[in-house]
């Protein structure tokens, strides 16, 4: 088994977000050779300790994931990474406590940029381990958002028109005061006003005075949003409304908004992208979906009612930068009004295009999937599995992470509103099938992956496997 190739294990936590693009990564990796599997991060997790040997793909290196990592180099496999909110951070300072961890970051072997911009952050980080490989390789969010890649979502733009007419999207993100599940927001459900509460998940690493000023902010842009939706509803009466919420927030506010109106939906299936084609044009604040908006050359308005400086432009600048930007009602009123009559595009301008240039490379030329499986090649990972660990590490490691497995499904039966909610919300099952579907389409634009196989391998993961490879 020592010459035997790495496997490649792609967790996905959020499907709606980042299954079609790892399910690009894992067809071009499996083509060369890797074996791949790939499905819920949770149940990879599970599976980890039967897994053989490989590289373990992270979408993060916060001090959340420190147990984890641990379990996962214990178990003898190798950890590459990328950033999942490289594009929209805050401050660096912020950024480090928030998003990095001394104790996971020494275990990575490799970190895989977005852009150049990723690249002087990182460096930035005091405890980045002296000799750490940071290729500039794009994410394969990126790929799929190219032109050439538009095609693949072609039918369910179709769809989505066919079914919503012409609509007006808005996309939330306000998971840190709206959480699904109180634990992952910025506090614990218990927060009082100018008490001190226990953090949430999405508070870790904050300074408290950061973490309570954003909480305030977020509040204040959650009203706004809730009353801007009828508003919206009254002044574009030839305009359906579809509220498209955060996968880790309470879709409940949007739906009794919803019903108290006649042409709003709320709905958070499928991939972002068809519903951004899809749009007349899509309302937002600070949100990732802003910056792919502006790739896609899809008309995006920041919604700035209520305005910080610091959180607005130097936490969550980068999607607000690329975007209109209205201040108040009527001059998002007007700004829409000039859309929707086919006087105003997409934002543009040369300040623009450098921005988004430094922030997001391999938007032409080699996919960032090929420069990706590049390095896993040239690393050696095709060649051989890592060496195994000594018994002692291994057994240890094994331990954990069964440990960890049986702690995590009781969490998920706890009663009420529990991690099982949560997971099923944020990765519901799939099936062989329709991974293959996805495969088909990819494969039929670019002329590729027909020697690419998928098997269930357990729940909620699946092989994904060159025909001629074991």
Known sequence: MGNSVSTLIIPVESQVRELDAKILLACVAAERGFPVIMGSRAYVHFELASIPRGVYLAKSMRSLSNTMFRIVRQLGHEIVAWEEEALVHPPADTYFTLRLSPTTIKNVSHIFAWGQENVDLLRQYPALPANMPIHITGNPRGDILRSEMRPYFATEVRRLRNLHGNFILINTNFSDVNPFIGSIGLFQPEKKRGGRARRGQSGIGMSHAFAEGLWDHKQAILR???????????????????????????????????????????????????????????????????????????????????????????????????????????????????????????????????????????????????????????????????????????????????????????????????????????????????????????????????????????????????????
């Open 224 to 470: 706004d949003f809730t009353q801007l939706i009828p508003a919206l509803e009254r002044a574009f009466p030839d305009f359906n409304i579809v509220i498209r919420p955060h996968p880790s927030e309470n879709h409940e506010i949007y739906h009794d908004i919803a019903a108290r109106c006649e042409r709003v939906a709320v709905t958070s299936e499928g991939n972002v992208i068809p519903w951004l084609l899809a749009a007349k044009t899509m309302v937002h604040n600070g949100c990732t979906t802003g910056l792919e908006a502006y790739v896609l050359g899809v008309p995006a308005i920041s919604y700035l009612a209520t305005f910080n400086e610091y959180y607005d432009y130097d936490f969550q600048g980068l999607p607000t930068r690329l975007s209109h930007q209205c201040f108040n009602f009527e001059e998002l009123r007007d700004t829409l009004s000039r859309i929707l009559g086919g006087e105003l595009g997409a934002a543009a301008g040369e300040e623009r295009e450098a921005l988004i240039k430094y922030y997001l490379a391999a938007q032409d030329g080699r996919l960032a999937c090929e420069r990706i499986v590049d390095i896993l090649e040239e690393s050696g990972y095709r060649q051989s599995q890592p060496p195994p660990q000594p018994l002692g590490t291994y057994v240890q490691g094994w331990t954990l992470a069964t440990l960890k497995a049986m702690a995590t499904k009781l969490n998920m039966h706890r009663p009420g509103p529990n991690r099982r909610a949560y997971h099923d919300h944020r990765f519901p099952q799939i099936s062989v099938t329709e991974i293959e579907q996805k495969i088909a389409r990819f494969g039929k634009l670019l002329n590729r992956f027909d020697s690419i196989r998928v098997e269930q391998h357990s729940k909620h993961l699946f092989w994904i496997r060159r025909l001629n490879t074991q």
